[in-house]
């Protein structure tokens, strides 16, 4: 029971808290959470829901090939965005390569801020000739164009790994890849949060009764350099899926066999001046609600966190 009633009392302070009275007053921060819920948990299910399984040959039929939406002539139920040459459905294609975008993303995202969160305290915590070296390497990454940075990584795992392990680990490698360019905003957060951290009272009180600057930073330093954190991976989020689309598009990304958003879309490319402009349209129009919705998102959470907006 005690610890039911401190859960909803914690709820209760949570909904009356500032943050969620400035989300009911933001009518575009609504509407994006409402859209990116709708496209999440239509991916989550999509077995559930999606006329087909793309991955399943038993269920693809090559005689469905290229049917248009269910709106025009010669369309057919229950292909409700039309089939790609394969046969595959449209609509479950988005569906399913939605999931993998969305997972590459979580991942990416993920990853880069383990690595930009324990270099950037490292950084901001040690100081001295660590925090040059590790600034500078950051500096060095960021003075190379990201895509070009992540079509090399790309391109690199996959010639070190054999033939038949590539398709198995392509999403592996996309991350990678992501994650590999994307960390130097997490610890440039990181390291001035810890700078301005370090000197406080409570840091300098920890050292003096001998806690380990290890545990100093993890227990002490990392709570309070969160928040920022939290809303630069928000704003990633969104560039992280559209990165892992660019790979896609250009051939260094998810197979034609696991199809991502991006995947989709340049397989879709191939066939739009042959009239089957529905392969590159619907995909990319999801893609872009995607990204949109996360990116309005981003720039709400931003502000509603901004004390001097306040």
């Given at each position: 029971?005690?610890?039911?009633?401190s859960?909803?009392?914690?709820?209760?302070?949570?909904?009356?808290?500032?943050?969620?009275?400035?989300?009911r007053?933001?009518?575009?921060?609504?509407?994006?959470?409402?859209?990116?819920?709708?496209?999440?948990?239509?991916?989550?299910?999509?077995?559930?829901?999606?006329?087909?399984?793309?991955?399943?040959?038993?269920?693809?039929?090559?005689?469905?090939?290229?049917?248009?939406?269910?709106?025009?002539?010669?369309?057919?139920?229950?292909?409700?965005?039309?089939?790609?040459?394969?046969?595959?459905?449209?609509?479950?294609?988005?569906?399913?390569?939605?999931?993998?975008?969305?997972?590459?993303?979580?991942?990416?995202?993920?990853?880069?801020?383990?690595?930009?969160?324990?270099?950037?305290?490292?950084?901001?915590?040690?100081?001295?000739?660590?925090?040059?070296?590790?600034?500078?390497?950051?500096?060095?990454?960021?003075?190379?164009?990201?895509?070009?940075?992540a079509?090399?990584?790309?391109?690199?795992?996959?010639?070190?790994?054999?033939?038949?392990?590539?398709?198995?680990?392509?999403?592996?490698?996309?991350?990678?890849?992501?994650?590999?360019?994307?960390?130097?905003?997490?610890?440039?957060?990181?390291?001035?949060?810890?700078?301005?951290?370090?000197?406080?009272?409570?840091?300098?009180?920890?050292?003096?009764?001998?806690?380990?600057?290890?545990?100093?930073?993890?227990?002490?330093?990392?709570?309070?350099?969160?928040?920022?954190?939290?809303?630069?991976?928000?704003l990633?989020?969104?560039?992280?899926?559209?990165?892992?689309?660019?790979?896609?598009?250009?051939?260094v990304?998810?197979p034609?066999?696991?199809?991502?958003?991006?995947?989709?879309?340049?397989?879709?490319?191939?066939?739009?001046?042959?009239?089957?402009?529905?392969?590159?349209?619907?995909?990319?129009?999801?893609?872009?609600?995607?990204?949109?919705?996360?990116?309005?998102?981003?720039?709400?959470?931003?502000?509603?966190?901004?004390?001097?907006?306040?």
């Amino acid at each position: 029971m005690p610890a039911k009633s401190s859960a909803l009392n914690g709820l209760r302070r949570f909904l009356s808290s500032d943050l969620v009275w400035n989300f009911r007053r933001s009518p575009v921060a609504i509407i994006s959470l409402i859209v990116l819920l709708v496209i999440v948990s239509s991916a989550i299910i999509a077995p559930l829901i999606a006329p087909q399984n793309p991955y399943d040959l038993k269920q693809v039929f090559i005689d469905k090939a290229e049917l248009p939406p269910i709106w025009a002539k010669d369309a057919e139920w229950p292909f409700l965005l039309g089939t790609d040459p394969q046969g595959r459905d449209v609509l479950s294609s988005i569906l399913y390569g939605t999931r993998i975008s969305l997972m590459i993303g979580l991942a990416s995202v993920a990853v880069a801020m383990t690595i930009g969160i324990t270099i950037g305290l490292v950084s901001g915590f040690v100081g001295g000739w660590v925090d040059n070296l590790l600034m500078r390497f950051g500096d060095t990454v960021l003075s190379i164009p990201t895509l070009l940075v992540a079509i090399l990584v790309s391109a690199l795992f996959r010639e070190l790994l054999p033939p038949p392990l590539r398709d198995p680990f392509a999403a592996v490698i996309l991350v990678l890849a992501i994650a590999l360019t994307g960390w130097v905003q997490y610890a440039r957060t990181v390291r001035a949060s810890t700078m301005v951290e370090r000197s406080k009272e409570y840091v300098l009180a920890a050292q003096i009764i001998g806690v380990k600057p290890v545990r100093v930073m993890r227990r002490h330093i990392l709570p309070n350099t969160l928040t920022p954190v939290m809303v630069a991976a928000t704003l990633n989020l969104g560039l992280a899926i559209l990165s892992e689309a660019t790979l896609s598009f250009l051939g260094v990304g998810m197979p034609i066999t696991q199809p991502s958003l991006g995947t989709l879309i340049r397989i879709g490319n191939q066939y739009l001046f042959s009239g089957s402009w529905w392969l590159v349209v619907f995909p990319a129009i999801h893609l872009g609600l995607i990204v949109l919705s996360v990116n309005l998102l981003g720039d709400w959470l931003r502000d509603a966190l901004n004390p001097k907006l306040q």
